[in-house]
């Protein structure tokens, strides 16, 4: 009886084991605040195709300015707002004696940073979108549909399949999204 308990205990950490080896990553979740390096990307996706797209080197340059800009804008703003944050954990520490309006303030002070750092992300996109001509405008944004369309079908396509098939009434409408 000894035996057999002490073997299939064994058994059962070694297949806990190799079953967290064998296991998948998980995905790496956005950035604490919420906003992710989507300026970057944009700066690299550019650089890439800047033939393609017939993006001057002038452009490129205003671009890349206006992106480390950005990112210095972010780290300050990143910055107050985790003060902001710790502020707050400081005036929730005292149960006894919590001061509600002190604690309003920090909230709305650090809700304030957030929206103006999504208020700031939104600059930056329509500033490079004017830096572009509308050709190039056009061609990113054809691009950004493809782009679109393979990921589409990358990341699940036989759930997607499977669920195509199964309401014929999605397939019309998945194709009309598609089209647009």
């Given at each position: 009886?000894?035996?057999?308990?002490?073997?299939?205990i064994i058994f059962s950490v070694i297949l806990l084991f190799?079953?967290?080896?064998?296991?998948?990553?998980?995905?790496?979740?956005?950035?604490?605040?919420?906003?992710?390096?989507?300026?970057?990307?944009?700066?690299?996706?550019?650089?890439?195709?800047?033939?393609?797209?017939?993006?001057?080197?002038?452009?490129?340059?205003?671009?890349?300015?206006?992106?480390?800009?950005?990112?210095?804008?972010?780290?300050?703003?990143?910055?107050?707002?985790?003060?902001?944050?710790?502020?707050?954990?400081?005036?929730?520490?005292?149960?006894?004696?919590i001061d509600y309006e002190k604690i309003k303030g920090a909230?709305?002070?650090?809700?304030?940073?957030?929206?103006?750092?999504?208020i700031e992300r939104l600059k930056l996109r329509n500033e490079?979108?004017?830096?572009?001509?509308?050709?190039?405008?056009?061609?990113?944004?054809?691009?950004?549909?493809?782009?679109?369309?393979?990921?589409?079908?990358?990341?699940?396509?036989?759930?997607?399949?499977?669920?195509?098939?199964?309401?014929?009434?999605?397939?019309?409408?998945?194709?009309?999204?598609?089209?647009?």
């Open positions: 009886m000894k035996k057999a308990l002490k073997f299939s190799t079953a967290s080896i064998f296991a998948e990553p998980r995905m790496m979740a956005r950035s604490r605040d919420g906003f992710d390096m989507s300026h970057t990307r944009i700066l690299r996706t550019l650089q890439a195709n800047q033939k393609e797209l017939k993006i001057t080197d002038n452009q490129l340059e205003k671009i890349k300015t206006m992106v480390f800009s950005f990112e210095e804008k972010m780290i300050k703003m990143k910055n107050e707002s985790s003060l902001q944050r710790l502020e707050l954990r400081k005036l929730m520490q005292d149960r006894k004696n909230l709305s002070k650090a809700s304030s940073y957030r929206n103006n750092m999504f490079i979108l004017n830096t572009l001509t509308p050709e190039q405008q056009e061609a990113i944004n054809a691009m950004r549909k493809d782009m679109w369309k393979d990921r589409m079908y990358q990341r699940r396509p036989l759930h997607r399949e499977g669920r195509l098939q199964q309401f014929p009434q999605f397939k019309e409408r998945f194709r009309e999204h598609i089209k647009k």
